[in-house]
T-cell receptor, first 108, second 113 residues
């Protein structure tokens, strides 16, 4: 069974401080991992996916198969990063399964 | 291109009633997924349709059903509403049923009184 765990419901950091949003997963096959973000009064949207190995808005995430983790990181948080972040997993033709989300609050 | 459109935006129903929610995917997208979003449980997968066929189903009771039409528009129906069905129902579309990114609608906020 697929499972995504985001251990923190809320993460508060100061502007300019590093950010790490944790995501652990459980899946027996080869997963594809995603981070989705929902800004205030906006739709849920894709932030990045592990297969692309890209940096979006300064965020990066590395898939660690040994630790079954896909943590989201940014070296210097900005106020506009405040949002709800969801880690999600898909395995082949299985549906996208989401974690319960972490609310990031960046304090000025 | 217009985004994923969900109607209505808000619904208020009473226990025991039934409700139908509608979703129009992005033009050219053939896959439509439905999710239930609540503060406590986050996003929970309901079902996915591709070319009018249900391809995946989540762990929800049979009161939750859906369908997809030939133009890829989708509807979901909840019968015999319960208080616990109050949630934001999100629809998402993508071109194919692969690991492409999902495009989400704004959702339908359902309140069951």
């Amino acid at each position: 069974a697929q499972r995504v765990t985001q251990p923190e419901k809320l993460l508060s950091v100061f502007k300019g401080a590093p950010v790490e949003l944790k995501c652990n997963y459980s899946y027996s096959g080869s997963p594809e991992l995603f981070w989705y973000v929902q800004y205030s009064r906006q739709r849920l949207q894709l932030l990045l996916r592990h297969i692309s190995r890209e940096s979006i808005k300064g965020f990066t995430a590395d898939l660690n198969k040994g630790e079954t983790s896909f943590h989201l990181k940014k070296p210097f948080a900005q106020e506009e990063d405040s949002a709800m972040y969801y880690c999600a997993l898909s395995g082949g033709n299985t549906p996208l399964v989401f974690g319960k989300g972490t609310r990031l609050s960046v304090i000025a | 291109k217009a985004g994923v459109t969900q109607t209505p935006r808000y619904l208020i129903k009473t226990r025991g009633q039934q409700v139908t929610l509608s979703c129009s995917p992005i033009s050219g997208h053939r896959s439509v997924s439905w999710y239930q979003q609540t503060p406590g449980q986050g996003l929970q997968f309901l079902f996915e349709y591709f070319s009018e066929t249900q391809r995946n189903k989540g762990n929800f009771p049979g009161r939750f059903s859906g369908r997809q039409f030939s133009n890829s528009r989708s509807e979901m129906n909840v019968s015999t509403l319960e208080l616990g069905d109050s949630a934001l129902y999100l629809c998402a579309s993508r071109q194919l049923q692969t690991n492409e990114k999902l495009f989400f609608g704004s959702g339908t906020q359902l309140s069951v009184l």
